[in-house]
C-alpha cells in the first residue's frame, strides 16, 4: 500500500571542506503544503534550491526543516576593535572614578556587542560548490527518510482505514435489510397513516390523500442513500490502495458519508433504522478523524 501519512522525522548530517552539517526534517498534519525553513547565515543562498527540492516530494503537511552547521578547521583569528573597546574603557574608568561604580572586567568589555568579532572565513568559488553540493545531497537523504517514515505512518493507517470502511458497509446493509424497509411493513404503515388522514377534520378529499399517501412514501424510502453510501464504499477502498496523494479525496468522501448518514437518519420512520444511522455516523467521524492525517 501506498498511502502515506503526513507525520514523519527524519534526519542526515556529513561533513565537508572543514564543515560538519545536519539537516532535521518534522511534518505534522497540514490542509496544504507549509514549509518553514531554517538556514544558518550564509547559507540563504541554498533555499530556493531546498524549497524546490520539498516541493518536489511532498504535496501536504506542515514541515519545519532546519540545517544546523559547525566549522572544524581553518577556525577564524578573533579581531579586536581597538577603538571601541579604548572608548569603553575610558568610559568605564570615568564612571568608576565619578560615581565610584566597580572598574570594568576585560571579559565584560569583550563582551560588549561589536568589540570582538570572529570574521568568516573566505571560501573559493570551487569549495563553495563542493559544500552546497554536499548539503544538496543531505538535505535530499533527509527528505527521502523523512518520507519514508510517513509512508511508514501511512501503512500502519491501511488496516485501521479499512475496518471503518468494513463498518460502514456493513451498517448500510444492515440499514437495507432492516425488516421496517420490508414491503408488507411499509404496506402496514401506510395504512395506518392513511387511516389517521381519513380521520382529518375536515375530511381531505381522495386526490390529496394519494398525494399526501405518495408524500409519505417518499420521504421514508432511503435507497438512494443507501446506493450513494455502497457507491462510497468502493471509491473509499479505491482510494486507499491507490497511490500518490489521496487525503484530499479522502476528506471529501467523509463528508459525503456524514451527509448520507444524517440524510439516512432524518428519514428514518423506524426505531432500528436510526438506531443504524447514528451508529454510523459514529463510524464516519472515526474515518474523518483518521482522513485528517493523510496526505
Same mark, same amino acid.
Given at each position: 500500500?501506498?498511502?502515506?501519512?503526513?507525520?514523519?522525522?527524519?534526519?542526515?548530517? &556529513?561533513?565537508?571542506? &572543514?564543515?560538519?552539517?545536519?539537516?532535521?526534517?518534522? =511534518?505534522?498534519?497540514?490542509?496544504?503544503?507549509?514549509?518553514?525553513?531554517? #538556514?544558518?547565515?550564509?547559507?540563504?543562498?541554498?533555499?530556493?534550491?531546498?524549497?524546490? /527540492?520539498?516541493?518536489?516530494?511532498?504535496?501536504?503537511?506542515?514541515?519545519?526543516?532546519?540545517?544546523?552547521?559547525?566549522?572544524?578547521?581553518?577556525?577564524?583569528?578573533?579581531v579586536v576593535n581597538d /577603538?571601541?573597546?579604548?572608548?569603553?574603557?575610558?568610559?568605564?574608568?570615568?564612571? +568608576?572614578?565619578? @560615581?565610584?561604580?566597580?572598574?570594568? =572586567?576585560?571579559?565584560?568589555?569583550?563582551?560588549?556587542? &561589536?568589540? #570582538?568579532?570572529?570574521?568568516?572565513?573566505?571560501? =573559493?568559488?570551487?569549495?563553495? !560548490?563542493?559544500?552546497?553540493?554536499?548539503?544538496?545531497?543531505?538535505?535530499?537523504?533527509? #527528505?527521502?527518510?523523512?518520507? !519514508?517514515?510517513?509512508?511508514?505512518? &501511512?501503512? /500502519?493507517?491501511?488496516?485501521?482505514?479499512?475496518?471503518?470502511?468494513?463498518?460502514?458497509?456493513?451498517?448500510?446493509?444492515?440499514?437495507?435489510?432492516?425488516?421496517? $424497509?420490508?414491503?408488507?411493513?411499509?404496506?402496514?404503515?401506510?395504512?395506518?397513516?392513511?387511516? #389517521?388522514?381519513?380521520? +382529518? =377534520?375536515?375530511?381531505?378529499?381522495?386526490? $390529496?390523500? @394519494?398525494?399526501? +399517501?405518495?408524500?409519505?412514501?417518499?420521504?421514508?424510502?432511503?435507497?438512494?442513500?443507501?446506493?450513494?453510501?455502497k457507491t462510497h464504499v468502493?471509491?473509499?477502498?479505491?482510494?486507499? !490502495?491507490?497511490?500518490?496523494?489521496?487525503?484530499? %479525496?479522502?476528506?471529501?468522501?467523509?463528508?459525503?458519508?456524514?451527509?448520507?448518514?444524517?440524510?439516512?437518519?432524518?428519514?428514518?420512520?423506524?426505531?432500528?433504522?436510526?438506531?443504524?444511522?447514528? %451508529?454510523?455516523? !459514529?463510524?464516519?467521524?472515526?474515518?474523518?478523524?483518521?482522513?485528517?492525517?493523510?496526505?
Open positions: 500500500m501506498a498511502l502515506q501519512s503526513m507525520t514523519g522525522f527524519a534526519r542526515s548530517g &556529513g561533513e565537508v571542506a &572543514g564543515l560538519v552539517f545536519a539537516w532535521e526534517a518534522k =511534518s505534522v498534519n497540514g490542509k496544504g503544503l507549509e514549509t518553514r525553513l531554517r #538556514l544558518p547565515a550564509g547559507f540563504e543562498r541554498i533555499e530556493q534550491s531546498a524549497r524546490a /527540492a520539498i516541493q518536489k516530494r511532498f504535496s501536504r503537511g506542515n514541515l519545519q526543516i532546519v540545517l544546523s552547521v559547525n566549522r572544524t578547521s581553518g577556525q577564524s583569528v578573533p /577603538a571601541l573597546l579604548g572608548e569603553l574603557a575610558a568610559l568605564a574608568r570615568k564612571l +568608576a572614578d565619578d @560615581y565610584g561604580m566597580a572598574p570594568a =572586567s576585560a571579559d565584560g568589555l569583550l563582551a560588549i556587542r &561589536g568589540v #570582538l568579532d570572529f570574521p568568516e572565513i573566505g571560501e =573559493s568559488d570551487e569549495e563553495r !560548490a563542493e559544500i552546497d553540493a554536499a548539503l544538496q545531497d543531505g538535505l535530499a537523504t533527509a #527528505l527521502e527518510e523523512l518520507e !519514508a517514515a510517513r509512508r511508514q505512518e &501511512g501503512a /500502519a493507517l491501511v488496516p485501521v482505514m479499512a475496518r471503518h470502511i468494513d463498518a460502514i458497509e456493513a451498517l448500510t446493509l444492515e440499514a437495507e435489510a432492516d425488516p421496517s $424497509r420490508d414491503p408488507q411493513t411499509i404496506r402496514a404503515r401506510l395504512a395506518a397513516q392513511v387511516e #389517521l388522514l381519513l380521520g +382529518a =377534520s375536515p375530511p381531505l378529499d381522495e386526490g $390529496r390523500l @394519494y398525494a399526501e +399517501a405518495a408524500f409519505l412514501a417518499t420521504k421514508a424510502d432511503i435507497r438512494e442513500e443507501i446506493d450513494r453510501l468502493a471509491s473509499a477502498r479505491e482510494l486507499v !490502495a491507490a497511490d500518490g496523494p489521496v487525503g484530499r %479525496k479522502l476528506d471529501f468522501l467523509a463528508q459525503e458519508f456524514n451527509r448520507e448518514s444524517n440524510t439516512l437518519c432524518s428519514k428514518s420512520n423506524a426505531a432500528t433504522v436510526t438506531a443504524i444511522g447514528l %451508529k454510523l455516523k !459514529a463510524v464516519v467521524d472515526q474515518f474523518r478523524e483518521q482522513v485528517q492525517n493523510i496526505e
